[in-house]
């Protein structure tokens, strides 16, 4: 149980293009998601939380407008990385986390993650 | 503001050695602690996680790691490593009366078995 899905496992797009990641809590509903991005060689840096219903909460120095973050179910949260860059050229990692209520309660005290996106911007 | 340090950036060993990979964190208020494991292109896995309880946590794939409160650290220990245990591993925390449950993570430890 408790598995995350994203889509696509990877991506490459020209420069200017936008580009859309999706991440799915296959057997749980998320309560919460969070968006990372990972260097080659470096560790996860959180980019955003968010939860159900509400407005993405941005980690400081992540611009909102490049990276919209929609959670508009408890089960499916998206990135979309706006006019992309070769800069922008990373993977992607998504995570999510359940409720504290009922049975979920086993999803609630742990994050667990997607496999990752990789995004190469031509 | 809470923050994790692992002390050894890559750490090889021969296969069926023990091996120990160190994890220390600092923060001012009481922690969840965590290890991931991430091989090449994919996703983090959990290894094991240190909520409350016994401060001994035994993982997946014959992993265990000590909370020790004192020295503020969270090492990861397995007895006899694997070549398959090779990938990246991560020790992250989170504040344990947070909202939002968020982790930091420490900067990873390669881990390379050798045959």
């Known amino acids: 149980g408790a598995v995350v899905s994203q889509h696509p496992s990877w991506v490459i797009c020209k420069s200017g293009t936008s580009v859309k990641i999706e991440c799915r809590s296959l057997?749980?509903?998320?309560?919460?998601m969070f968006w990372y991005r990972q260097f080659p060689k470096q560790s996860l840096m959180l980019m955003a939380t968010?939860?159900?219903?509400?407005?993405?909460?941005?980690e400081q120095g992540v611009e909102k407008d490049k990276f919209l973050i929609n959670h508009a179910s408890l089960t499916l949260s998206t990135l979309t990385v706006t006019s992309a860059h070769p800069e922008d050229s990373s993977f992607y990692i998504c995570?999510?986390?359940?409720?504290?209520?009922?049975?979920?309660?086993?999803?609630?005290?742990?994050?667990?993650f997607g496999p990752g996106t990789r995004l190469t911007v031509l | 503001a809470q923050s994790v340090t692992q002390l050894d950036s890559q750490v090889p060993v021969f296969e069926e050695a023990p091996v120990e990979l160190r994890c220390n964190y600092s923060s001012s208020v009481s922690v969840y602690l965590f290890w991931y494991v991430q091989y090449p292109n994919q996703g983090l896995q959990l290894l094991l996680k240190?909520?409350?309880?016994?401060?001994l946590v035994k993982g997946i794939n014959g992993f265990e790691a000590e909370f020790n409160k004192s020295q503020t650290s969270f090492h990861l220990r397995k007895p006899s490593v694997h070549i398959s245990d090779t990938a990246e591993y991560f020790c992250a925390v989170c504040h344990s009366g947070g909202s939002n449950y968020k982790l930091t993570f420490g900067k990873g430890t390669l881990l390379t078995v050798n045959p």
């Open positions: 057997d749980f509903q998320a309560t919460t």
């Open positions: 968010s939860n159900e219903g509400s407005k993405a909460t941005y």
């Open positions: 995570s999510a986390r359940g409720s504290a209520s009922g049975r979920q309660y086993v999803t609630y005290n742990e994050q667990f």
């Open positions: 240190y909520l409350s309880g016994s401060t």
